[in-house]
């Protein structure tokens, strides 16, 4: 592990006196590194997700981005939740133009460059002129990826953000991601429950157990499984196994409760 880039010190959320979210933890994530979170339904990954984008605070200890505390949300955490976060009353093309607002470094040319582009890498180009409540939520989930990943942000928050996409798009759009994620240098985290997808993007996977949510395990899945994802990878033994023992941890974590996810 490099020198840690985005860190958890001794991080615990509780909702009043007797919802505790999550004990005591630590993690270190180095700059350009691709880390998912795992754990059972309600263990508290948005809340740790809303906790690195800002929009949370922790209980205790502190969250910290280059030895900086994370404050209120900025231009350098782009973040795509489950919720369709589109705006309405923009098109789909001015939604994604809207996410290279602070990006001084491009001229208006080349941001209209960059908003084509990823139009058309998540197929919405032909949208462009539609506005949010015209196309489904499958395609407004789409547009807010492609806002995210046009703003260029250092740090991208990503929960589920694939969950409302067919099998052909999602299998797409994962490969791309991690394209982009080594290309342009990005640090991901990355919420899902789709253990296979997990191991197919991440560098690291930790797991971690029912709420009140512990580290159960972190999974260094470079080493296993090297850099480079091909979708064939997926059919090769050495994913296999490994899919398979990351699952037995979640199933190990979620014990025989199941709850929402918060």
């Known amino acids: 592990m490099t020198q840690a880039y985005l860190e958890f010190h001794g991080v615990t959320k509780r909702f009043g006196d007797l919802d505790v979210v999550?004990?005591?933890?630590?993690?270190?994530?180095?700059?350009?590194?691709?880390?998912?979170?795992?754990?059972?339904?309600?263990?508290?990954?948005?809340?740790?997700?809303?906790?690195?984008?800002?929009?949370?605070?922790?209980?205790?200890?502190?969250?910290?981005?280059?030895?900086?505390?994370?404050?209120?949300?900025d231009h350098r955490r782009g973040m795509v939740f489950q919720s369709y976060?589109?705006?309405?009353?923009?098109?789909?093309?001015e939604n994604v133009l809207f996410g290279m607002r602070y990006r001084k470094d491009l001229t208006e040319r080349e941001k209209l460059a960059r908003r084509d582009h990823y139009l058309d890498l998540v197929g919405l180009y032909e949208f462009s002129n539609a506005y949010p409540n015209k196309v489904s939520g499958g395609m407004r989930q789409r547009v807010a990826i492609a806002r995210t990943l046009a703003a260029g942000s250092d740090v991208m928050l990503m929960d589920e953000p694939f969950g409302a996409?067919?099998?052909?798009?999602?299998?797409?759009?994962?490969?791309?991601?991690?394209?982009?994620?080594?290309?342009?240098?990005?640090?991901?985290v990355f919420v899902t429950h789709d253990v296979e997808e997990a191991v197919f993007l991440a560098d690291r996977v930790i797991v971690f157990s029912k709420r009140p949510a512990?580290?159960?395990?972190?999974?260094?899945?470079?080493?296993?499984?090297?850099?480079?994802?091909?979708?064939?990878?997926?059919?090769?033994?050495?994913f296999f196994q490994l899919r398979t023992a990351v699952l037995r941890l979640l199933r190990e974590a979620a014990g025989d409760e199941a709850g929402d996810e918060k």
């Open 22 to 73: 999550a004990q005591p933890f630590d993690i270190a994530v180095a700059r350009n590194e691709f880390v998912v979170f795992l754990g059972p339904s309600g263990c508290g990954k948005t809340t740790l997700m809303r906790m690195i984008g800002g929009l949370d605070t922790p209980s205790g200890g502190e969250i910290s981005l280059e030895g900086t505390p994370v404050g209120g949300p």
């Open 85 to 93: 976060s589109s705006f309405p009353w923009l098109t789909v093309a």
């Open 165 to 188: 996409l067919d099998a052909q798009r999602r299998e797409k759009l994962q490969v791309e991601l991690r394209a982009i994620q080594r290309r342009d240098a990005k640090t991901i």
């Open 214 to 238: 512990r580290i159960m395990a972190d999974i260094d899945i470079t080493e296993r499984l090297g850099a480079e994802r091909p979708l064939d990878l997926r059919d090769t033994p050495e």
